[in-house]
């Protein structure tokens, strides 16, 4: 059976980045991949998505960013409601829209502000409605999930930085100090 | 010139609390030390209880992390996927009853948390997961089969929230071996 295992054993992304499926903004060559696991009813989360806006314009095309669904049902209450609700607009090609939208507005993401977002994005309101009352997105939503279980998720926000678990402080110095040395080294 | 001694017997013993403090976290193939705990107020529960069931026992350091997603808060998450191999889920700290009682309501937890308070950290000794200095229990976990023998542990850095994979691959281990050889049973 199982030794005990080192201390300080490295976390990895079990799903690995897939243009199919995931939400991305950057090119695949970009130098460093962040991926996040986030909640979108977690203030820390919100946080997060300040820090990571104000990374991406220092580092630019340099950068990969991917988003993944992480909530946490128990404690947020609208947390899955509003993952499928991004999710229902992202097939309607308005994710990241939708995301920054949630974001921005994490104190009122109960259903008649997410169809008021949807309508702002001009999104088809009948489809949205649809997908979030028959639930077409949960099973995403719950994929997202588990491969963050899988991958050693620890909190919200996780991050990943070129696929393995970041243990550090995401403080915008820090994150971006790490993400910088990764670029340089690649470089080599 | 006589040096003066000082007598060994004038030192003080060692006290069984120093004594009983192992460095080191129980391993693999060891049975699972029992213990009776209060999981509420008023009611005391024993880990031999969840015997023929596979036992995660989680012990982290304190209640009241402020974080979103703090260790108990996301095996809370995860419980149904430990559900699914009949594991029996268990956070062990040494906070108090009525810290726990708060703390598990505020987070909604659909699992014990054992109350390692008096004496204190004693469970987390048997374990080998005591921090003396700062009284508080490690982050470790140990996953435990159903004839009582711990199958899986691991201590995370006191400061990293170790996620559950490494639970979920010692679950899965133990279903993949049911039908092995036997256990030896002390």
């Known amino acids: ?188 | 010139m006589q040096k003066s001694r000082i007598s060994s017997s004038s030192a003080s013993k060692p006290s069984d609390y120093v004594r009983y403090a192992p460095s080191t976290i129980l391993k693999a193939g060891t049975p699972a030390p029992d213990f009776t705990l209060h999981t509420t107020p008023d009611q005391k529960v024993s880990l031999s209880e969840f015997r023929d069931r596979p036992t995660i026992l989680a012990f982290y350091p304190a209640d009241w992390s402020p974080v979103c997603g703090d260790e108990m808060t996301l095996f809370n998450e995860i419980l149904p996927e430990f559900e699914k191999f009949n594991a029996a889920m268990m956070g062990i700290s040494v906070d108090g009853v009525w810290c726990h009682l708060a703390f598990s309501k505020d987070r909604k937890l659909r699992f014990p948390l054992f109350s390692d308070f008096e004496p204190k950290g004693e469970v987390a000794m048997k374990y080998g997961v005591y921090r003396r200095e700062d009284g508080v229990s490690e982050r470790a976990l140990f996953v435990i089969d159903k004839d009582g023998i711990i199958r899986w542990s691991y201590v995370s850095p006191i400061g990293v929230n170790p996620g559950a994979q490494g639970i979920l691959n010692a679950l899965e281990s133990l279903n993949s071996q049911k039908e092995k050889v036997g256990v030896n049973k002390e």
């Open chain 1, 1 to 188: 059976m199982a030794e005990l295992e080192e201390q300080g054993e490295i976390a990895k992304l079990s799903l690995p980045v897939s243009i199919k499926r995931d939400h991305i903004q950057g090119k695949s060559d970009a130098r460093v991949t962040l991926v996040e696991y986030g909640d979108y009813e977690c203030p820390y989360c919100g946080q997060a998505y300040m820090i990571v806006k104000e990374i991406q314009k220092q580092l630019k095309d340099q950068l990969r960013f991917v988003f993944r669904n992480f909530p946490l049902t128990q404690i947020h209450p609208h947390a899955q409601q509003t993952a499928e609700a991004a999710e229902a607009a992202g097939v309607q090609k308005k994710f990241w829209d939708m995301h920054d939208i949630l974001y921005e507005n994490q104190q009122a993401l109960d259903y008649y502000h997410l169809v008021e977002y949807a309508t702002v994005l001009g999104l088809d309101i009948e489809r949205f409605n649809n997908d979030l009352f028959s639930h077409v997105h949960a099973g995403r939503v719950r994929e997202d999930f588990i491969s963050g279980v899988r991958s050693g998720v620890n909190g919200t926000p996780t991050f990943f930085v070129n696929g393995v678990r970041y243990n550090d402080s995401w403080d915008y110095g820090t994150l971006l100090d790490r993400l910088l040395f990764i670029i340089k080294q690649k470089q080599y």
